[in-house]
């Protein structure tokens, strides 16, 4: 009949087929226990930033004596004000303060979002200021780059590989992690007639990047010296010991990236200082196509920044040693 109310819904109504649970009733019962604190951490999609921010709720914790997720709920804006006061009696830089604070005003969103409780307490609490637009990761120049390029042997397997790391590194501006994270079939992907990279970044996200010719001719020359060039879903960059019987080949991890690639042949070939590593090369590749009257807008979507802002820390254009009224000087 028109306009007749439809059946009341019966709890018989939202049943699930009659299938095999993949939790068990303990198990369904322990998850619906996980407190919001615990589900924030365990949300953060970067390895990278979970690191970090566990080192940043921990330092936090151990000054407030916090011991259960649960007594997060009962800090104030005056814990938190005194946490700054610690820390800035430590003498941290005010990147590092910046980002503990970071790390506290996420936690409280989420149990904002989650009703745990009903503000964030680190909101309204000042933070230092960025002492400088600039990045302080730094780039290396043109000379450094070739050198560095051309410091592995190109007569070994493991002379191979660690070139053609290099050079995704410098001509791609590549995270470590998301280096290790490349595929067989990740490299050289046709599209549009063009070779391209895809590339999986933070959050899952992933963008297709072309790939230099320099990089190309790299990797073909290193997996046919490995081997494994038709294996499309296996590592892209592994370990030059070949696997124990019925074993499956391990990537490369982050950590070999940075101390037995990058930082062993900066070392080689003479480059030092704070903050040389990988990142120094994904920085060298920004400032390089910047320089180069790349398009900032699309050297921000090169890089996988969800926000401009933090492209320009790589814009090093005005201040260039080159362009500096130093060099102008004549007596």
């Not at 280096?179 to 895809?198: S, W, Y």
């Amino acid at each position: 009949m028109p306009g007749a109310a439809p059946p009341p819904l019966k709890t018989r109504d939202l049943a699930a087929p009659a299938l095999a649970r993949a939790l068990t009733a303990p198990e369904f019962a322990r998850l619906a226990e996980v407190p919001p604190e615990a589900q924030w951490f365990a949300n953060l999609d970067s390895a990278q930033t979970r690191r970090a921010y566990q080192g940043d709720l921990r330092a936090f914790m151990a000054f407030t004596g916090i011991v259960q997720p649960e007594e997060f709920r009962a800090v104030t804006r005056a814990h938190i004000l005194a946490w700054r006061a610690e820390l800035e009696k430590q003498n941290l830089a005010g990147a590092s303060i910046r980002r503990k604070l970071a790390a506290l005003a996420s936690l409280y969103d989420y149990l904002c979002e989650s009703n745990a409780v009903t503000h964030n307490p680190v909101r309204g609490v000042k933070r230092p200021k960025a002492e400088t637009s600039e990045g302080k990761t730094p780039a290396l120049g043109d000379a450094q780059a070739r050198a560095l390029l051309g410091a592995p042997p190109s007569d070994t397997l493991k002379g191979k590989r660690d070139r053609a790391i290099l050079s995704v590194l410098l001509y791609h501006a590549l995270r470590r992690e998301e280096l290790t994270k490349l595929l067989v079939k990740d490299f050289a992907q046709e599209r549009r007639g063009v070779p391209h990279l895809r590339v999986q970044g933070k959050g899952g996200k992933l963008r297709y990047l072309p790939a230099h010719p320099h990089s190309l001719r790299l990797v073909a020359e290193y997996l046919a010296a490995s081997g494994h060039g038709q294996e499309a879903d296996s590592p892209l960059f592994r370990r030059t010991r070949a696997p124990r019987a019925g074993a499956l080949a391990s990537a490369l991890t982050p950590g070999s990236v940075y101390a037995d690639v990058v930082v062993r042949y900066m070392a080689q070939v003479g480059i030092a200082g704070e903050n040389m590593g990988p990142h120094a090369l994904r920085a060298t590749a920004a400032t390089n196509a910047l320089e180069h009257q790349a398009d900032i807008a699309k050297v921000q979507e090169w890089l996988g920044h969800a926000s401009i802002s933090t492209t320009r820390v790589y814009d090093r254009r005005g201040s260039r040693p080159e362009d500096s009224p130093t060099f102008k000087v004549a007596y």
